[in-house]
């Protein structure tokens, strides 16, 4: 292999990280004609596909997949080598991804970007915002943040939040046309607003009271995708919602909404950033820790 290929190797991994060539073109800086280039030529050397292409996306074929499965891990650690220089010389800096649930970005990351930034200017975030459990390693990400019932196995968490809790809530509205539910199975004769997730997984409602858990799969009319639109329909009568506490505080005190069965909902444990505990912190990672980060929570290994 030659320096030609190495290259190739780097365009072809960002092609498969951004979903297309446009995207890899963006990212890297360079013409997206130079990006097919790239990658055809990559194909010809191996004699194999490695990507499969129609009008729509541009996807790994499955040679595709077993390459960047190999070269993953030495094209990052030459990025993180390049980075690590860049932090040595001076303040904090280079790229830095981290993946985190929505609701993640929304409460504890986005509000606070603008002092972040004015203390660090030279790093360069990538929130990869979803509700995917994406493996960091596999995905190229330097960090995630999860809940920590929700953690990986063999990772250094730090806490970035005090404990949540949720809440089962309804709009006056809704009450004035349906008892109050006074135990969980009651539950199973109301209307519920349901969660779903990428992949057609529906959350159900995770219940405990003195020890004694339940997990209700509730039932209803309708399923949204995010926190904010459950909560909304909620507001407006549609059903019985689960949703975290904080979300709905001001409408807890307004009486928008009332909360029922709250004796059956406790708090669990909140967010962590995490890592792969076998990578050196580069001074990027230690400074978003650092910002984002409880600071009364040590380090603990999940």
């Known amino acids: 292999m ?11 991994a960002a092609v498969v990280r951004c979903g297309g060539f446009r995207g890899a073109a963006a990212e890297l800086g360079i013409a997206p004609s130079a990006v097919s280039h ?42 993180m080598g390049f980075a690590e220089l860049i932090d040595r010389a001076g303040a904090p ?17 986005v509000p606070r970007l603008a002092e972040f930034f004015a203390r660090y200017p030279n790093i360069e975030l990538d929130v990869r915002a979803n509700d995917l459990f994406e493996d960091i390693v596999e995905s190229g990400c330097d960090a995630g943040i999860r809940l920590g019932e929700h953690l990986e196995r063999d990772m250094i968490a730090v806490r970035a939040s005090g404990p949540r809790r949720g809440v089962i809530v309804g709009a006056p509205a809704y009450f004035a046309q349906h008892p109050k539910p006074g135990h969980p199975r009651d539950l199973m004769r109301h209307r519920c607003i349901r969660r779903g997730f990428p992949g057609g997984q529906v959350y159900r409602w995770e219940l405990e009271k003195d020890g004694q858990r339940l997990v209700v799969d509730v039932a209803g009319p309708l399923v949204l995708p995010r926190q904010e639109l459950v909560r909304q329909a909620a507001r407006d009568g549609l059903g019985l919602a689960f949703v975290f506490a904080r979300g709905v505080e001001d409408d807890l005190r307004s009486g928008r909404l009332v909360s029922v069965l709250d004796d059956w909902c406790q ?24 910002f984002f980060g409880d600071p009364s929570g040590a380090e603990v290994r999940a």
């Open 38 to 79: 790239a990658v055809s030529s990559l194909e010809e050397w191996l004699g194999v596909r490695l990507l499969a292409r129609t009008t729509r996306n541009t996807r790994p074929t499955d040679e595709g997949t077993r390459l960047l499965a190999r070269v993953s891990g030495p094209l990052k650690d030459i990025e």
């Open 2 to 12: 030659n320096r030609a290929h190495l290259s190739q190797l780097v365009v072809f």
């Open 93 to 109: 800096a280079g790229p830095l991804r981290v993946t985190m649930p929505l609701l993640a970005a929304e409460e504890l990351i």
């Open 267 to 290: 708090p669990f444990e909140g967010f962590y950033i995490y890592y792969p505990s076998r990578r050196q912190m580069r001074p990027a990672l230690r400074a978003f820790i650092d």
